[in-house]
């Protein structure tokens, strides 16, 4: 079984790496994505896998909420990070307009250049999209026609949304977020397991994208 999103950087979760490593093992967890969402969290997730090979691997990216401090060496130091092995997908990268903690035109623009990254690297995109749809996939379907491929990490969109993304090729991934009854209900109406076969797959991410045995 592969986890295929952990935020060890969070607060939450930053001082129980090692309580969290053994509880994922106990659970026939075998692999893990740590991922990045900013320069730092990158780096650290990238050490992380590099301490645990075979166990851990790493995302590299700038999610959307911290877009407005994306500058040219952000994507020097991400470029780093890329091009080593133990990292295996661009991102958390996407476009959130929910809160818009980051102006939408700042984010278009760092998602712009980590959609190129994704293409240029031939890595998968682990992908952000909150109230964004519309612009999201503009942006997205000119790089699934030059190859990309990834997950819709956190999908928290509607069915219309995920069909759209499952016709690009794409992955989605569906967390707790389901099993909100004020939030969720439209989700779970076609992520249960009695949903139509085209459907049934959505719940999980081919961790072949990500390179793993």
């Known amino acids: 079984m592969v986890d295929i999103g952990v935020n060890f950087h969070s607060a939450q979760l930053v001082s129980l790496t090692d309580q969290l490593l053994m509880r994922a ?12 969402t900013s320069v730092a969290s990158s780096r650290l997730a ?18 959307p909420h911290g877009a407005k401090s994306y500058d040219p060496s952000t994507f020097r130091e991400l470029t780093e990070l890329w091009a080593c092995p133990e990292v295996v997908a661009v991102g958390e990268c996407g476009l959130d307009y929910n809160r818009n903690f980051s102006t939408p035109q700042a984010q278009r623009m760092a ?17 952000h999209c909150r109230d964004a ?8 379907a000119p790089v699934i026609a030059d190859g990309a491929r990834g997950v819709v990490h956190c999908f928290t969109g509607n069915r219309v949304e995920a069909e759209a993304f499952l016709a690009m090729g794409l992955d989605i991934g569906i967390t707790g977020w389901v099993t909100d009854l004020q939030r969720g209900q439209a989700l779970s109406g076609f992520a249960a397991p009695d949903a139509p076969c085209s459907m049934r797959h959505i719940t999980r991410a081919r961790v072949e994208q990500f390179g793993w045995p």
């Open 133 to 140: 749809f519309t612009d999201f996939h503009d942006m997205l």
């Open 46 to 63: 990238f050490e992380l896998a590099r301490a645990n090979p075979g166990t851990v691997f790493a995302t590299a990216g700038v999610h």
């Open 111 to 127: 998602f712009e250049q980590q959609l190129s990254a994704a293409v240029e690297t031939g890595k998968p995109l682990f992908l």
């Open 25 to 36: 093992r106990a659970a026939n967890v075998s692999q893990i994505l740590a991922t990045g």
